[in-house]
């Protein structure tokens, strides 16, 4: 497991070159874990899902988590307009079902 500065470090990058990934988690963590490992875009699905801890990736949480907090601090790594207001549709959406 990586640590979380490392994740940062890696995330953040990504953020600020990548357009698409700013707009979409799984884009996002498609990146993050081809950085980590060539070679996983070449494995299957279940293979990543089964290995991921041996092959070192990090959690989809966390590069979730951290995104967040970058786009938080760092205004030029926002999602589109379009994704911020879906995003905030999702999160109301959400905290409802939690209260329930």
Not at 50 to 61: A, D, K, T, V, Y
Not at 64 to 75: D, F, G, I, P, V
Not at 78 to 89: F, G, H, N, V
Request: proline share 1%; charged share 35%.
């Amino acid at each position: 497991m990586q640590s979380i500065k490392t994740i940062e470090g890696r995330v953040k990058a990504i953020l600020e070159k990548d357009e698409e990934a700013r707009n979409d988690d799984m884009a996002l963590y498609l990146k993050v874990c081809n950085s980590c490992v060539q070679e996983v875009g070449e494995m299957t699905f279940s293979e990543v899902m089964e290995q991921h801890i041996n092959l070192g990736l990090p959690s989809f949480e966390s590069v979730s988590r951290t995104r967040r907090k970058l786009q938080a601090e760092h205004y030029e790594l926002m999602s589109s307009e379009r994704i911020q207001k879906l995003r905030a549709s999702r999160e109301k959406l959400y905290r409802k079902y939690a209260k329930e």
